[in-house]
């Protein structure tokens, strides 16, 4: 029903930025959120940033004054700017579209690598 294609992830060492993009087709609702989440080797998958359509952003503490999420709800794509990144940081990006008010619609993408080092 939905499909999300990441791309932008990679190597980067510490202090640089990365770009990550994903691009939603299929059953978009008017009202569905978008976001990034991120799991490390041996470690929960965790939020990183929500967006909502309207543009309501939620962001981990963790990422916060670093990274900056957006959505151009023309091309259904969220984007995740990532900033002064730290080898902690390195995790697989995943990006979600989910509806709040239905549990039921909830997809996610493949996921991309991205590795910082030091």
């Known amino acids: 029903q939905v499909q999300l294609v990441e791309s932008g992830g990679g190597l980067v060492q510490a202090g640089g930025s990365l770009r990550l993009s994903c691009a939603a087709s299929?059953?978009?609702?008017?009202?569905?959120?978008m976001g990034w989440y991120r799991q490390a080797p041996g470690k929960q998958r965790e939020l990183v940033a929500t967006?909502?359509?309207?543009?309501?952003?939620n962001y981990a503490d963790s990422v916060k004054g670093r990274f900056t999420i957006s959505r151009d709800n023309a091309q259904n794509t969220v984007y995740l700017q990532m900033n002064s990144l730290k080898p902690e940081d390195t995790a697989v990006y995943y990006c979600?579209?989910?509806?709040?008010?239905?549990?039921?619609?909830?997809?996610w993408g493949q996921g991309t690598q991205v590795t910082v080092s030091s």
């Open positions: 967006i909502t359509r309207a543009g309501s952003i």
């Open positions: 979600n579209v989910y509806r709040r008010d239905y549990i039921e619609y909830n997809y």
């Open positions: 299929g059953t978009i609702f008017s009202n569905s959120a």
